[in-house]
């Protein structure tokens, strides 16, 4: 990060109200990490909630931490030319519903290896060339 994004997020939070500040020591420290940016997760109603309610208790500290502005301008996995893959921590539902989504709307097909509520590995390919997702890693 170079020190014109550092100091204008330096600008950012200074005109930011409602900023909790506490003292870490001996709390319970809990990140919430929105997937996007600054501006999509201080307008997020819940984001807003949990962090008053957290640190409205006295064994808790609660930071907030954004996705990077630069790395959400990226073009995403399901429009690139070619296949690409990603692990994820944790196959959930929210994953699967979204990877349903996305094949609704984009010529795309998406292979899960894994199960849910496990570690797993997502390939996502244009449906154009539909041997792209051969691979030769092991399932999960």
Not at 11 to 23: C, N, P, S
Not at 42 to 71: H, I, K
Not at 107 to 114: C, I, L, S, T, Y
Request: hydrophobic content about 40%; some cysteine.
């Amino acid at each position: 990060m170079d020190w014109s994004a550092i100091a204008a997020a330096r600008r950012r939070l200074a005109r930011e109200q409602g900023t909790i500040v506490k003292d870490w020591g001996g709390r319970l420290p809990i990140a919430l990490i929105y997937p996007h940016t600054y501006y999509a997760g201080m307008s997020s109603l819940g984001l807003q909630t949990l962090y008053g309610l957290w640190n409205s208790m006295p064994d808790v500290v609660c930071e907030r931490a954004f996705a990077d502005p630069e790395a959400l301008r990226s073009e995403p996995l399901a429009l690139a030319a070619g296949p690409s893959t990603f692990t994820t921590s944790q196959i959930t539902q929210h994953l699967l519903t979204n990877i349903w989504v996305v094949e609704q709307f984009l010529p795309v097909r998406f292979q899960v290896e894994g199960q849910e509520g496990e570690p797993g590995r997502v390939t996502v390919a244009p449906t154009h060339s539909p041997n792209l997702l051969q691979t030769d890693t092991p399932t999960l």
